[in-house]
């Protein structure tokens, strides 16, 4: 079984639009297995977007993803990080698909409403990052 860490980000959290992109991800057949809101601050910003790191829009990612709270969240299921990525679409909320969560919920490409993981080595990174074991339930 593979597992993803997704994020809701801050422009999709204040707008209301969390249950929608959790339902969807759930609607398509993936297992939400933990939950929870945060403030993310500056130095786990910058940990879980440390492969951005000297990039030109890494202050500018560090700086929204700490203006307002996020909401996390595992899913499991066979595929999972593909099959999550091919939901959320393409990182231009713009070039994204129709149908995909990006395009429906993103603002631009930064702000563009969803993280997923990339890889099954970032996924289980990324998940240490914001949940203990004992949080993640099966
Ligand atoms: P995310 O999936 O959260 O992972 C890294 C983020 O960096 C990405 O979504 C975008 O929000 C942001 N990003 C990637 N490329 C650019 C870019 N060229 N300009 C601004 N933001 C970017």
Redesign the pocket.
Known sequence: MERSLV?V?PIATERGLAGAIIGRIQGAGLKLTALRMLHMDKAMAEQH?AV?KG???FN??VE??TSKPVIAAVFEGEGAIERIRKL?GA??PAKAEPGTIRRDYGLD????S???S?SPENAEKEIAIFFKDKEIFR
Not at 109 to 112: A, F, G, L, T, V
């Open positions: 994020l980000k977007y951005h990039k030109p829009f500018d990612l929204h993803i959320v990182t231009d490409i930064r702000r563009n969803t993280h997923a990339d």
